[in-house]
């Protein structure tokens, strides 16, 4: 026992030991951390129904091993480095890492956590998918924000005249980036209100027509019909009439396909056929039958309008082009004339000749 304590005490004078003891024994609890604890915590989270915990443990390990090996060198630091002035550059350098390590896993379980909500809307009504990317920004800004402070502190920033820049640089900023933060307060406003959703098929002012691929801060992204994506930013989106053609508590969607014929026509009989064109049509809905309607005398013609229900936003092009040709051909059969714009010019006199 002698021998092992003269041994010990010859060894912990020198700094070189010192330092290789202290870095191995911080080596050898992550290792029994390893061994002993995270096994133990991945047994007792397959306990539970959800997966959350065990990815969240996948975050924690890593976390954890760095931040054994980091405070186990940074005291083998100060003991061989005497310099008080070292130290402090030493141990706020440890801090700066320790926040960033603990603020990837913090980022990494936030993000775990807000998802699983979200699936989770009916329990959980203050978080929804359609506000998903806002309150994950909130929590991302926020815990930069504390991260900053952390590290600032730890170099001993004075932060009172830092924040005193911040505001004037603030207002600045806002005065050259209104139209970004225009965009970026609309999009607040439409993950709230949510006038549409990924995947529904909206029309922006009567022109742009698509998919919603991507609902973002700054803009929203729509995949047209002729695999288009179209960026438009939210300030756009927040002063323009929006038309939702999945927004309704089913995918189907009325088209309506206008057909004149001539005055003299008889309704009946055209009635009778643009019904008939309207049945059987690909990608129409079976729930419910066609209808055909007489709208309106014209001044030059009688105007009808076919109305059917179509399964999804997605089929109203191909739908419109079959009744369209069925209509046509019907009509022309049936030898029921189809009106266009005509003009009649009467020539009351003819001009004089020029006199030679």
């Known amino acids: 026992m002698e021998q092992i304590n003269f041994w010990l005490d010859a060894h912990l004078q020198n700094q070189y030991w010192r330092v290789a003891i202290i870095i191995g024994v911080a080596v050898v609890i992550a290792l029994l951390l390893r061994i002993l604890v995270m096994p133990l915590l991945f047994r007792l989270s397959r306990k539970t129904s959800s997966d959350v915990d065990e990815r969240i443990f996948e975050y924690l390990w890593p976390a954890i091993l760095r931040t054994v090996v980091l405070q186990g060198i940074h005291i083998a630091t100060l003991d061989f ?44 009504q203050w978080i929804q998918p359609q506000t998903l990317p806002l309150i994950q920004f909130i929590y991302k800004v926020t815990l930069f924000g504390l991260m900053t402070y952390l590290i600032m502190a730890a170099w001993h920033v004075n932060l009172t005249s830092w924040l005193a820049s911040a505001g004037v640089m603030g207002i600045a900023v806002g005065f050259a980036a209104k139209d970004t933060l ?64 999945s927004s309704g508590p089913s995918p189907r969607m009325r088209v309506r396909v206008n057909a004149s014929v001539a005055y003299g026509s008889d309704v009946d009989q055209v009635r009778e056929i643009l019904l008939e064109c309207a049945k059987g049509v690909p990608h129409a809905s079976d729930d419910q039958a066609p209808v055909v309607r007489f709208i309106e005398m014209g001044e030059s013609s009688l105007d009808f309008q076919i109305l059917i229900w179509i ?46």
């Open 81 to 124: 480095v005497q310099a008080e002035r070292i130290d402090s550059v030493v141990s706020s350098f440890t801090a700066t890492l320790m926040v960033l390590i603990w603020g990837r896993f913090l980022n990494g379980i936030g993000s775990i956590v807000f998802r699983k909500l979200s699936a989770n809307a009916d329990r959980y």
């Open 182 to 245: 225009a965009n970026f307060i609309s999009g607040i406003f439409i993950l709230m209100d949510a006038p549409y959703k990924v995947g529904q098929y909206i029309i922006i002012d009567g022109e742009t027509r698509g998919v919603v691929t991507e609902i973002g801060m700054r803009s929203t992204r729509l995949l047209t019909r002729d695999n288009v994506e179209v960026t438009v930013p939210n300030a756009v989106i927040g002063n323009a009439k929006i038309v939702n053609e």
């Open 311 to 356: 399964k999804h936003p997605v089929f109203r092009g191909r739908v419109r082009d079959e009744i369209n040709t069925r209509v046509y051909k019907a009509l022309a059969a049936a030898d029921i004339v189809i009106p266009f714009p005509q003009q009649d010019l009467y020539i009351k006199q003819w001009p004089s000749p020029p006199q030679v």
